[in-house]
C-alpha cells in the first residue's frame, strides 16, 4: 500500500521560504519521477516540479529560480525548498508520482504566504 505525507508547511510572509517534505512508503522515490503539485482555492490542482529517477528536474515557470525540488533516497523522501515567496503561492501542496495516481494522493500540506 503507497502511502504519501506531506508534512512542513505554513504562514509565511511574502519574500519568506519554507521547505515542505513528503515521506513515502510502499514506493521507493528513487526510481519513480516524483511531482509536487499544489491546489489554490477555487482552482484546479496544478503541477508545480517533478524529479525523475535520473535527478532531472522541471519547473513551472511561475515557480522557476525560486522553488527546488530535490530527494533524499535512504529516507524514501521528497522536497520542495520554496523561496521567495508570493502570496500566489497560498494552495495546499501534495507530492505523487508523473503521471499521477489518484489512489496516491495524501492530505497534503497548507503553505500560506501573506502579503
Known amino acids: 500500500q503507497v502511502q504519501l505525507v506531506e508534512s512542513g508547511g505554513g504562514l509565511v510572509q511574502a519574500g519568506g521560504s519554507l521547505s515542505v517534505s513528503c515521506a513515502a512508503s510502499g514506493i521507493r522515490v528513487s526510481i519513480n519521477t516524483m511531482g509536487w503539485y499544489r491546489q489554490a482555492p477555487g482552482k484546479q490542482r496544478e503541477l508545480v516540479a517533478t524529479i525523475t529517477r535520473f535527478s532531472t528536474t522541471n519547473y513551472q515557470d511561475s515557480v522557476k529560480g525560486r522553488f527546488t525540488i530535490s530527494r533524499d533516497n535512504a529516507k524514501n523522501t521528497v522536497y520542495l525548498q520554496m523561496n521567495s515567496l508570493k502570496p500566489e503561492d497560498t494552495a495546499v501542496y501534495y507530492c505523487?508520482?508523473?503521471?499521477?495516481?489518484?489512489?496516491?494522493w495524501g492530505q497534503g500540506t497548507q503553505v500560506t504566504v501573506s502579503s
Open positions: 505523487n508520482t508523473l503521471p499521477m495516481l489518484d489512489n496516491y
